[in-house]
């Protein structure tokens, strides 16, 4: 849970810089480009819209984020659907996996024919579900705890399961082995910043969007998990069997049928698929938008800026659904080795990712700053500031260094090479990345971009400013606690 407080930490900073950005430069690419924009020419990307004769240096820069981030989300595809046929085994264990697998892909192609607008339509009805199931987990696991379950004879919990058989286990390694799982479980909110250039209104709707993160970080990870660590013991052996895609083992299934309440572990098993499902269609929106946005910065194939009539980047979704073919792997004998392999890479991804954001907005001020500008011309500006992104730095490298720890001297096992690479791939692939396009662009533009010559303007929406658009929100009453409450989540 700390772990996951400590990574919820490091994305609320995170999403409170990018919104400031996103409500700045609303562009195509979001935030790999801001952070590209402001920073070294290999790391980050341009997001200056200029002719082939005109590309300055900076337009090199954001090839190794982007496309670390986009092949991340090419790759969780297979994952969250092999995870999600897994669920569908608990149910009916006498069908091969592979026929869910089709099921669901299918599904994902229907989604992405109604473009943009399914995908929003998509997410917020699953985003009703899961906030319902939640909300009615916690309910739940308050009243075990208490015990006034009739069919639990453990009575009383309390806080037992914390002194026997424990609250940390495998001590400082199990808790620096948790960054990658919670980094993955949080990965796919900084796609407000993706969506940011179609949405029709980011003044509004983006700010909206950056606050939620707060309540959702404390309702759905960190109160959930306190609750999840009081009603269940760490050392259940179905928990323990838990490995690459394996949500068989769901700690809240597992909660949840430890206090023997029939028929409400398949309720929530499903909610877990529908959960599963949401990360999926997520995985469709992130790469295929990073992809048009890279392709049309000339950093990746041309055929990829094809955006038909309805806005959808048609071959960029095809290359997104061909990956996740990549299920089928499940089927293999190794098949769980491969995923451990693609978890590394996503999850620890993200920290990159999240650490680049919050660095991209530091760097951003100083050259706001540097330039005459002041903060009050800023349409929308980051509740925590600088300092909030410092903060968010800070945690992401100390996130990456214990995940280095721990992947370097692993829990129960001598230091491994294999396991090292198994678990810190995504260095690999973001040394890779930077180095090759270096190369390949033969340094140019640099390795900083001073404040003072940093691009602040290209790019940037004007807003006119409405009296009565930004008169004083309405008044906290009883009356609209319920509508403020929905709009915290949803």
């Known amino acids: 849970m700390i772990g996951f407080i400590l990574t919820g930490a490091l994305l609320l900073f995170t999403v409170q810089a990018l919104g400031e950005l996103a409500v700045l430069y609303p562009v195509n690419g979001a935030f790999f480009t801001y952070t590209c924009r402001f920073l070294d020419e290999s790391w980050y990307a341009s997001g200056i819209d200029l002719t082939e004769d005109d590309l300055p240096d900076d337009i090199y820069r954001g090839f190794a984020m982007g496309w670390d981030y986009a092949l991340t989300w090419l790759t969780v595809l297979p994952f969250e659907i092999t995870a999600a046929g897994i669920t569908i085994s ?17 599904i994902l192609v229907v989604v992405q024919v ?3 607008k399914g995908y929003g339509e998509v997410e917020f009805v699953l985003g009703v579900m899961k906030i319902v199931a939640i909300v009615g987990f916690i309910i739940f696991g308050i009243v075990v705890n208490c015990g006034g379950v009739p069919s639990d004879d453990r009575g009383y919990i309390g806080s037992e399961y914390w002194r026997d058989p424990g609250a940390f286990r495998n001590g400082f390694k199990g808790w620096t082995s948790v960054f990658v799982t919670a980094a993955f479980s949080f990965g796919g909110t900084e796609l407000v910043g993706l969506a940011a250039a179609e949405a029709a209104d980011p003044r509004k709707s983006l700010p909206t969007a950056t606050k939620q993160v707060f309540w959702r970080i404390a309702t759905f990870y960190v109160i959930s998990l306190f609750i999840v660590g009081l009603i269940l013991p760490s050392d259940n052996p179905d928990l ?18 430890e206090a023997g309440v029939k028929g409400l572990p398949s309720v929530f098993n499903a909610v877990i698929t529908l959960s599963v499902l949401s990360v999926a269609n997520s995985c469709t929106y992130g790469s295929t938008r990073t992809m048009q946005a890279l ?8 055929f990829l800026t094809y955006i038909d009539k ?6 960029c979704i095809v290359v997104q659904l061909l990956f996740g073919l990549l299920a089928f792997i499940g089927e293999a004998e190794k098949g769980s080795e491969v995923f451990t392999w693609l978890l590394s890479l996503s999850g620890l991804s993200f920290l990159f990712v999240w650490g ?14 540097a330039q005459g500008h002041t903060l009050d011309e800023l349409p929308y500006k980051a509740s925590f500031g600088v300092v909030g992104s410092w903060c968010g730095f800070f945690l992401a490298v100390i996130a990456l260094l214990a995940t280095f720890y721990v992947s370097l001297f692993p829990i129960g096992s001598p230091a491994d090479a294999e396991n090292f690479f198994a678990n810190y791939l995504a260095l690999v692939v973001v040394i890779l990345l930077y180095l090759g396009w270096k190369l390949w662009s033969r340094g140019k533009g640099g390795l900083y971009v001073p404040a003072s010559k940093m691009d602040v ?13 930004d008169a004083a929100p309405r008044k906290k009453s009883l009356a609209n606690l319920p509508t403020r409450a929905v709009r915290a989540y949803v």
């Not at 760097?363 to 700053?369: C, H, I, L, Y």
Request: aromatic content about 12%; hydrophobic content about 45%; charged content about 20%.
């Open 90 to 106: 608990y149910w009916r264990d006498d069908i091969n996996i592979g026929v869910w697998i089709v099921v669901f892909l299918s």
């Open 114 to 116: 109604f473009g943009v």
């Open 240 to 257: 323990l069997g838990a490995s690459g895609a394996n949500t068989k083992a769901s700690p809240f299934v597992l909660a949840i049928q």
């Open 295 to 302: 392709a049309e910065r000339k950093m990746g194939p041309k």
């Open 310 to 315: 309805k806005g959808r980047p048609v071959w």
């Open 356 to 369: 680049s954001i919050c660095l991209s907005h530091i760097r951003f001020r100083a050259g706001w700053k």
């Open 457 to 469: 303007l290209s790019g940037m929406r004007t807003f006119d400013l409405d009296p009565l658009e």
